[in-house]
């Protein structure tokens, strides 16, 4: 398989932020009342991951290593800074809708964890696909979990009613934020079965893992990891 093909494949399907590796689960559970919130928050974090990514990677022999991650914050920042300014111009509606997750996109851990470890180790090309990949898959979580919760929170797909309220009581418990867990749970269950029936084939699904977790032991700079010296720290002051 092509490697930029490889890195669409497990964006969407192997490593899916959402279902697969259970990242981003504050957006996913917070504005996924509908379809179209779902989707706008999706196709935000795609356009961030994927320039942060190219940005990364472009000047990944350049930032110093020790200020790596107050470098790929900045960048995100600045990006995410950009998408706002455009949404509150052409797209007020769901902007007023998303509210304060569109900032929070800058500490959303899938762009973190993506500029961590693939976007700064990897050259522009394969990265830009990288981030293609998993904003895709976290669009396609984030809008799976806003239509099961619209459709059986109001009868609606992406605002147009389907269900006519005749016959039809909206289960309004899904479009309330209880609804988002169940509908998450549900949907983990049936990756869950997916995962077991790939591993029978012999073609697992990925897991979380290095920074992910807090595994520093197959990251090649975990030396200069912040997170790993905090945790190295605290480590300490309990022993002591």
Excluded: H
């Excluded at 904003?135 to 992406?158: D, N, P, S």
């Excluded at 147009?160 to 005749?166: A, H, T």
Aim: proline share 5%; net charge positive.
């Amino acid at each position: 398989m092509n490697k930029n093909v490889e890195r669409l494949y497990n964006g969407i399907i192997k490593e899916n932020p959402t279902f697969v590796l259970m990242l981003g689960m504050c957006p996913t559970l917070a504005v996924t009342s509908s379809a179209i919130n779902g989707l706008g928050m999706g196709l935000s974090t795609t356009v961030v991951l994927v320039l942060s990514n190219l940005l990364i990677a472009a000047f990944r022999k350049v930032i110093p290593g020790g200020v790596r991650v107050p470098a790929f914050i900045v960048i995100v920042a600045s990006l995410v800074t950009m998408v706002q300014f455009m949404m509150q111009a052409y797209l007020p509606s769901l902007s007023e809708s998303l509210g304060v997750y569109i900032p929070l996109i800058v500490v959303n851990c899938i762009i973190l964890g993506r500029a961590e470890s693939y976007a700064s180790k990897n050259p522009i090309v394969p990265s830009i696909f990288d981030g293609i990949g998993m904003g895709l898959g976290f669009t396609v979580g984030l809008t799976c979990i806003g239509l099961i919760r619209e459709i059986l929170g109001a009868g609606q797909i992406f605002g147009v009613q389907i269900l006519s309220l005749d016959w039809f009581t909206p289960i309004t418990i899904f479009v309330m934020a209880p609804g988002a867990f169940l509908v998450l749970a549900c949907l983990v269950a049936v990756m869950n079965i997916v995962r077991k029936k790939m591993e029978a084939k012999g073609k697992p699904l990925a897991a979380p893992s290095g920074c992910l977790t807090g595994d520093c032991s197959a990251c090649g700079q975990s030396a200069l990891c912040t997170g790993r010296s905090v945790t190295a720290s605290a480590d300490a002051n309990k022993t002591e």
